[in-house]
């Protein structure tokens, strides 16, 4: 008599995540958009669930290491770029190593201080071979990243904003804030947002993207400087109605010191909804402890023709970050049970 195989126990949640992709006959073709630590913790929650994954990036960053290379030599700043890319770094030791080694900055007194490195690789690569995205897909390549990372437009932009009460003195007055750096800090209450030039292109493979993509995931992000300026952009806004993907928007866990400041959940979605007045959305994922006022985020939500799915995705209690093996076990749950073309095997 043949003894029956021992059943294995459950294995643990990050090994059933993992695993996820491997259990399926076609992975879902996900976009996600926005910038800095808020596409990071996107990526690194989605890279987990597919391997067909695209990060298409803003490009108006002006501060730090970033601003200083485009001033000096006219390029778009690589600083978002990079963190993507790190962001889709495995977790193994060559994908952990090299995220390590692009992520660090000089030390110094000379001109290389604060500079990343993976800053000064992916420009000396766009110098060398005079492409932006095949430069980029290089560098994914030499990672070993899991997805790609295009910018949103090939030119460098310049953010702006209208800001009431920006000067203390003259709380009732609106004036221009100029650059990504001063929008993100502005004490004022941001009204609106817009891109300098007003029509900057898109680029071609980001906005193939979009319209091939089964999900675009937006968000989250510093709302006005990271997540808002894909809307300005008018050939991915088109992409961004057109496409039959779905798309869902993932809400910060907190409102951000400066541009939202004071914001609530569903004030996030007004916002949004002012700068891109036809595009709908299907789902808009919240962290369940970040939402005081559910009705009120509910009502915001239908009227983009979208969904609100709350889940626990933050990090320890308190912690204003998300945790990427719950992001992406909700971005998993939500593409199963919203898909078109149901559950993936």
Known sequence: MTSQPRRASAPP???????????????PKVV??????????????????TGDLTAVVTVADDGGSSGRLRDELGVLPPGDLRKALAALCGDDDWGQTWARVIQHRFQSKGELHEHAVGNLLIVALWEQL??????????????????RVLPMSA?????QALVKGHDPERAEEVG???????????????????????DPPAVPEAVAAVLDADWVVLGPGSWFSSVIPHLLVPELLQALTETKARKVLSLNLAPQ???????????????????APKLALDVVLADEAAVPDRDSLTDAAKR?????????VA??????????????AAYDRIFRMHGRIGPWR
Not at 13 to 27: I, Y
Not at 34 to 49: C, E, N, T, W, Y
């Open 176 to 198: 221009t804030v100029r650059g990504q750096a001063n929008v993100a800090l502005t004490r004022g209450e941001v009204q609106s947002v817009h891109l300098v030039p007003h």
């Open 130 to 147: 005079g492409d932006h995205v095949q430069a980029l897909d290089l560098v994914g390549k030499l990672l070993g990243a899991h997805g």
């Open 13 to 27: 949640r990050r090994a059933r995540l993992t695993r996820l992709s491997r259990r399926r006959s076609a992975q």
């Open 315 to 328: 990090e320890a209690a308190g912690s204003p970050k998300h945790d990427p093996e719950l992001l992406a």
């Open 155 to 159: 030119v460098p932009l310049e953010l």
């Open 32 to 49: 996600a958009l926005g910038g800095g630590m808020g596409l990071s913790a996107s990526l690194a929650a989605l890279r987990r669930i």
């Open 304 to 312: 983009l023709g979208a969904a609100v799915e709350l889940a626990p």
């Open 257 to 275: 010191p400066g541009e939202t400041e004071g914001f609530s959940p569903q004030r996030h979605l007004e916002v949004l909804g002012r700068h």
